[in-house]
T-cell receptor, first 114, second 118 residues
Framework: AQSVTQLDSQVPVFEEAPVELRCNYSSSVSVYLFWYVQYPNQGLQLLLKYLSGSTLVKGINGFEAEFNKSQTSFHLRKPSVHISDTAEYFC????????????FGKGTRLHILP | EPEVTQTPSHQVTQMGQEVILRCVPI?????FYWYRQILGQKVEFLVSFYNNEISEKSEIFDDQFSVERPDGSNFTLKIRSTKLEDSAMYFC????????????????FGSGTRLTVV
């Protein structure tokens, strides 16, 4: 079985400051890793994904995430946030053998302060 | 950009009533899903649907739930007799391929229907 932990339910950050949203997972099998974002009044959309290869993956809107197998983490980062980054961010995993199944974390709400 | 449309955005219903949540997936997608998120909890898988039948369902998806694709464009989730604990945000999603690795954008989710059972 797989599980995803996002320890921070809310993260306030000043505009133009860097941000890191934390994600840890547990799984008895290898997994693919994802970050989804939900902007206000919109659906979830894929921000980035790690399938294999380089552990640093870049996504849309200047976000990147680093896969750390030993720490079972997949933290999301952005060097300078903008007011338009206000959204809820969901970390998710899918097992290699069943990647039609997505297991989500609880989400982290990112508040950008002016 | 194609999107998944869900209606209504918010529905309030009395306990014991039937409710139908509607979704219009992206037209060339073949795989369809319902997920839900109870307030403060994780987004949970409910059911997947392909070729006019359920591919997989979670233990949450009991006999009170059903899905159908009545006319080739809509994809509906019906809850026969709602309970207070069914209050949640329900997300519909569709995909061009069963496996996410074969898609460019992962699943495409709708903006959700917030169901409140009173």
């Amino acid at each position: 079985a797989q599980s995803v932990t996002q320890l921070d339910s809310q993260v306030p950050v000043f505009e133009e400051a860097p941000v890191e949203l934390r994600c840890n997972y547990s799984s008895s099998v290898s997994v693919y890793l994802f970050w989804y974002v939900q902007y206000p009044n919109q659906g979830l959309q894929l921000l980035l994904k790690y399938l294999s290869g380089s552990t640093l993956v870049k996504g849309i809107n200047g976000f990147e995430a680093e896969f750390n197998k030993s720490q079972t983490s997949f933290h999301l980062r952005k060097p300078s946030v903008h007011i338009s980054d206000t959204a809820e961010y969901f970390c998710a995993v899918s097992p290699y053998n069943r990647d039609d199944k997505i297991i989500f974390g609880k989400g982290t709400r990112l508040h950008i302060l002016p | 950009e194609p999107e998944v449309t869900q209606t209504p955005s918010h529905q309030v219903t009395q306990m014991g009533q039937e409710v139908i949540l509607r979704c219009v997936p992206i037209s060339n997608h073949l795989y369809f899903y319902w997920y839900r998120q109870i307030l403060g909890q994780k987004v949970e898988f409910l059911v997947s649907f392909y070729n006019n039948e359920i591919s997989e369902k979670s233990e949450i998806f009991d006999d009170q739930f059903s899905v159908e694709r009545p006319d080739g464009s809509n994809f509906t989730l019906k809850i026969r007799s709602t309970k207070l604990e069914d209050s949640a945000m329900y997300f519909c999603a569709s995909s061009e391929a069963r496996r996410q690795v074969f898609t460019n954008y992962g699943y495409t989710f709708g903006s959700g229907t917030r169901l409140t059972v009173v």
